[in-house]
């Protein structure tokens, strides 16, 4: 089983800023990607970044160059440093995990952190 532990958000002003983290733990033998995802009430969720194993990042337009995805593979967990905030990135942020469980056999699967609001004041 692997857990996801989000901590980091909470309420800022307009162009302020907010690090969220998130950390895994469990039985895994590795963790490929991981991401951020974010749900503002009455929308779907959607993506804001992720980032592989080997440091390769990918970004929804609406965070370009004011979000940094980042992670620390020793500690199993990934940053997002949230920058130039506005009130339309206020939404519960979600981290995701993809992890290959074992080896031998393959198994795979997707985990979800239990999320953490981000709150963007005008």
């Known amino acids: 089983q692997v857990q996801l532990v989000e901590s980091g958000g909470g309420l800022v002003q307009a162009g302020g800023s907010l690090r969220l983290s998130c950390a895994a733990s469990?039985?895994?033998?590795?963790?490929?990607?991981m991401g951020w995802y974010r749900q503002a009430p009455g929308k779907q969720r959607e993506l804001v970044a992720t980032?592989?194993?080997?440091?390769?990042?990918n970004y929804a337009d609406s965070v370009k160059g004011r979000f940094i995805i980042s992670r620390d593979n020793a500690k199993n967990t990934v940053y997002l440093q949230m920058n130039s905030l506005k009130p339309v990135d206020t939404a519960v942020y979600y981290c995701?995990?993809?992890?290959?469980?074992?080896?031998?056999?393959?198994?795979?699967?997707?985990?979800w952190g239990q999320g953490t609001q981000v709150t963007v004041s005008s």
């Open positions: 995701n995990a993809g992890v290959v469980v074992t080896m031998i056999p393959l198994r795979t699967s997707a985990y």
């Open positions: 980032i592989t194993s080997g440091g390769d990042t």
């Open positions: 469990g039985s895994f033998f590795r963790i490929n990607v």
